[in-house]
């Protein structure tokens, strides 16, 4: 997986978000991993993608009423097959962690990637979201050295009383031991 300039990702699909500002130290050091679904527990609607951009309609479903006026974005979404879309420019401050802490630090946009994974709490991931996101976090890690297994983390750990996810059938010992094989050059990662 390559970047290109700017931060962006040439195997992802853009779709760019006005939800985003600048880093104010210029600094990616930690990887956060989400998951989502809208509506809850739906999977291949375009309604994340709306709410990225901005351009929600809150009718078009009843659990969407407390989303109004809200502006959030991460920088990748992994779709439940695989698909890799592209939010914001890994060198800008997508708005994906909130009120949030990491290793005694506050405001974890400031210096995080936001990866969201298309799913709930309650259902596990696919295979094709594990293998996405593991090229991806390697891909990332070679990119932003600042970015190392011990500072890749789930949502639930850097906001742990306001947040759940990744949620308990994220399997994070696949996923690092597949980041790792990559690390260790076991495995080539696809170009």
Request: aromatic share 0%; net charge negative.
């Given at each position: 997986m390559?970047?290109?300039m700017q931060g962006w990702y040439a195997d992802a699909m853009q779709r760019p978000s006005p939800h985003k500002n600048s880093r104010p130290l210029d600094e990616v050091s930690l990887l956060v991993i989400h998951n989502i679904s809208l509506p809850a527990g739906q999977f291949g609607t375009p309604y994340i993608d709306d709410l990225f951009a901005g351009c929600l309609d809150c009718h078009a479903h009843e659990s969407f009423v407390d989303l109004q006026g809200l502006e959030v974005s991460a920088h990748f979404l992994i779709?439940?097959?695989g698909e890799l879309v592209q939010y914001v420019?890994?060198?800008?401050r997508a708005w994906h962690a909130g009120v949030s802490s990491f290793d005694g630090r506050e405001n974890c946009n400031d210096f995080?990637?936001?990866?969201?994974?298309?799913g709930t709490d309650t259902l596990p991931f696919t295979d094709e979201q594990y293998d996405r996101l593991i090229r991806l976090s390697f891909s990332l890690m070679q990119d932003y050295p600042g970015i190392t297994?011990?500072?890749?983390?789930g949502h639930?750990?850097?906001?742990?009383?306001?947040k759940t996810d990744p949620g308990p059938c994220f399997d994070w010992a696949r996923f690092k031991a597949g980041v790792s094989e990559l690390l260790s050059g076991e495995v080539t990662e696809e170009k």
């Open positions: 390559k970047r290109e779709r439940r097959d420019s890994c060198d800008e995080a990637v936001g990866i969201e994974l298309e297994l011990e500072r890749i983390t639930s750990d850097i906001a742990p009383r306001r």
